[in-house]
C-alpha cells in the first residue's frame, strides 16, 4: 500500500502551515515552564510552536502541551534522527522540523508522510529540498547565512520556496524579512528566551507574542 501523500497534496498542506506568520521556537528547560509558554502565547495570539528537541524534558512538555491546548499547532524542532520523528508525532507533533537536510531524514518524512521543513542556506539546498517535495523550508542560521539580502536573492528564481527564516532573527529585523515575497513566517527564540526567574512568564510572553504578531501584522500597539 502506497502510504505516501502525492506532492500535491502535501504542498497544499504545507502553504497551510504557519500562517500566523511568526513561529516561536523554544527551548524548554521543564514541563511547567512548556505549559506557561504556550498559555502565554494564545493569549497573546500565537497558537504556533515549535519546541525543540534540545531538553530532557522536551517530549514530554510537546505532549503536554499538545494535550492541553488543543487548537495549538505543535512542531518538534532539531529533529535529528526518524526516531525523533516517531517519538514527537506519537505525543501530538503535526510539523517535523530540522536545521538541515539529509537524505535519512527526507525519506522517513516521505515514507511516513510527515509534514517536514528541513533547514536549507544555500540556493542548492533550497533546490535540494524543493526537488524533494519539501516546500516550506527552514533558512537557517538565517542572519549569519547572509540575512534577508541572501535569502531575497537565493528566493528571487525559486518560485515555489515558501521560507521560514530561523536563527538571529529579532522584533527588530522581523520587517525586513516580512517584506520578503518567499517568507511565510520567521521563527526564533526571542519570544520565550530569559525566562528563567520571572515571576509571571505567561504575562511576559503574552506581551512579546502581542508585540510579535503587531510587528508581522504591521499594526502598531496602543
Ligand atoms: O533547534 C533547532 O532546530 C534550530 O535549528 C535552531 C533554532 O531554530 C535557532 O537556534 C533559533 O535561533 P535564535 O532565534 O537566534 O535563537
Same mark, same amino acid.
Given at each position: 500500500?502506497?502510504?505516501?501523500?502525492?506532492?500535491?497534496?502535501?504542498?497544499?498542506?504545507?502553504? &497551510? *502551515?504557519?500562517?500566523?506568520?511568526?513561529?516561536?521556537?523554544?527551548?524548554?528547560?521543564?514541563?511547567?515552564?512548556?505549559?506557561?509558554?504556550?498559555?502565554?502565547?494564545? +493569549?497573546?495570539?500565537?497558537?504556533?510552536?515549535? @519546541?525543540?528537541?534540545? =531538553?530532557?524534558?522536551?517530549?514530554?512538555?510537546?505532549? #503536554?502541551?499538545?494535550? !492541553? /491546548?488543543?487548537?495549538?499547532?505543535?512542531?518538534?524542532? =532539531?529533529?535529528?534522527?526518524?526516531?525523533?520523528?516517531?517519538? +514527537?508525532?506519537?505525543?501530538?507533533? =503535526?510539523? /517535523? @522540523?530540522?536545521?538541515?537536510?539529509?537524505? $535519512?531524514?527526507?525519506?522517513?518524512?516521505?515514507?511516513?508522510?510527515?509534514? *517536514?521543513?528541513?533547514?536549507?542556506?544555500?540556493?542548492? #539546498?533550497?533546490?535540494?529540498?524543493? #526537488?524533494?517535495? /519539501?516546500?516550506?523550508?527552514? /533558512?537557517?542560521?538565517?542572519?549569519? +547565512?547572509?540575512?534577508?539580502?541572501?535569502?531575497?536573492?537565493?528566493?528571487?528564481?525559486?518560485?515555489?520556496?515558501?521560507?521560514?527564516?530561523?536563527?538571529?532573527?529579532?522584533?527588530? &529585523?522581523?520587517?525586513? *524579512? !516580512?517584506? @520578503?515575497?518567499? $517568507?511565510?513566517?520567521?521563527?526564533?527564540? *526571542?519570544? =520565550?528566551?530569559?525566562?528563567?526567574?520571572?515571576?509571571?512568564? +505567561?504575562?511576559?510572553?503574552?506581551?512579546?507574542?502581542?508585540?510579535?504578531?503587531?510587528?508581522? &501584522? &504591521?499594526?502598531?500597539?496602543?
Amino acid at each position: 500500500m502506497n502510504t505516501q501523500p502525492s506532492p500535491d497534496t502535501r504542498a497544499e498542506r504545507t502553504r &497551510n *502551515w504557519l500562517q500566523q506568520g511568526v513561529l516561536p521556537v523554544v527551548v524548554i528547560p521543564n514541563v511547567k515552564q512548556g505549559l506557561e509558554i504556550a498559555e502565554g502565547l494564545c +493569549a497573546g495570539g500565537i497558537t504556533q510552536i515549535e @519546541i525543540t528537541l534540545r =531538553t530532557p524534558e522536551a517530549l514530554q512538555a510537546l505532549g #503536554e502541551i499538545a494535550q !492541553r /491546548f488543543p487548537d495549538m499547532n505543535v512542531s518538534a524542532g =532539531t529533529v535529528l534522527t526518524p526516531a525523533q520523528f516517531d517519538q +514527537a508525532a506519537d505525543l501530538g507533533a =503535526t510539523l /517535523f @522540523i530540522s536545521p538541515g537536510l539529509t537524505e $535519512v531524514l527526507a525519506e522517513h518524512a516521505l515514507n511516513k508522510g510527515y509534514a *517536514w521543513v528541513p533547514g536549507v542556506a544555500t540556493a542548492s #539546498e533550497m533546490m535540494r529540498g524543493l #526537488e524533494l517535495g /519539501f516546500e516550506l523550508l527552514k /533558512f537557517f542560521p538565517a542572519m549569519a +547565512a547572509g540575512g534577508p539580502k541572501a535569502l531575497a536573492g537565493i528566493t528571487a528564481p525559486l518560485a515555489a520556496a515558501r521560507v521560514v527564516p530561523t536563527g538571529g532573527v529579532t522584533l527588530e &529585523n522581523l520587517p525586513q *524579512w !516580512r517584506e @520578503i515575497k518567499a $517568507v511565510q513566517a520567521v521563527g526564533g527564540t *526571542w519570544l =520565550t528566551a530569559g525566562l528563567d526567574g520571572v515571576a509571571n512568564v +505567561a504575562k511576559v510572553v503574552e506581551q512579546r507574542a502581542a508585540l510579535a504578531m503587531a510587528a508581522w &501584522n &504591521n499594526t502598531v500597539l496602543v
